[in-house]
């Protein structure tokens, strides 16, 4: 069980991977989260920065993608200032949502990357497809009790850890 909720890497932030970094490890697609990822949970909406980050990916012709647990309305809202498609619902760590996403970049598993805040849906469900697992330190631990329920499990495996890798 401890290598599937090992990720690949640990990154700071996004904006610690960049397009020529995936490109060099053979990534060509990302799945990205949203919540605790791009933008803090209680944000709704994709700001400037994010927007231009993943222009930026898509100028430099990486794939993306969201994959959310979220409600429609709430991914597709997200979703439309960025111009990429979205997976809502996605039910990680579960394959379904995963499948989808692997689908529509048209990549195989091994050149895509799952950024991503949790170990439980991100990481365990990137690692289960065989696909890169990125890490990122979460935006704001001011969080629904769920998800601050699954951050006392996740702590184990994230003692020591250091968040310090860059692409």
């Not at 697609?29 to 605790?36: A, E, H, M, Q």
């Not at 994010?50 to 809202?77: F, M, P, Q, W």
């Not at 960025?82 to 579960?94: H, Q, S």
Request: proline share 5%; aromatic share 8%.
């Amino acid at each position: 069980m401890g290598k599937l909720l090992a990720p690949n890497a640990y990154v700071d932030s996004i904006f610690d991977i960049t397009a020529e970094g995936l490109k060099d490890r053979g990534l060509y697609g990302v799945i990205l989260d949203i919540d605790n990822t791009l933008v803090a949970t209680h944000v709704k909406e994709a700001d400037e920065k994010i927007i231009g980050y993943i222009g930026t990916l898509k100028e430099k012709d990486i794939k993306c993608i969201i994959v959310s647990n979220g409600a429609k309305d709430r991914v597709e809202h997200f979703c439309k200032p960025l111009g990429i498609e979205f997976v809502y619902k996605a039910l990680k760590p579960l394959g379904r949502g995963f499948n989808t996403a692997i689908e529509k970049l048209g990549l195989p598993p091994e050149n895509i990357a799952i950024i991503g805040d949790q170990l439980f849906t991100d990481v365990l469900g990137g690692n289960l497809k065989g696909i890169h697992t990125i890490l990122v330190k979460p935006i704001d631990l001011n969080e629904p009790f769920l998800i601050k329920l699954k951050r006392i499990f996740e702590f184990p495996f994230l003692r020591n850890k250091n968040y310090t890798d860059k692409y």
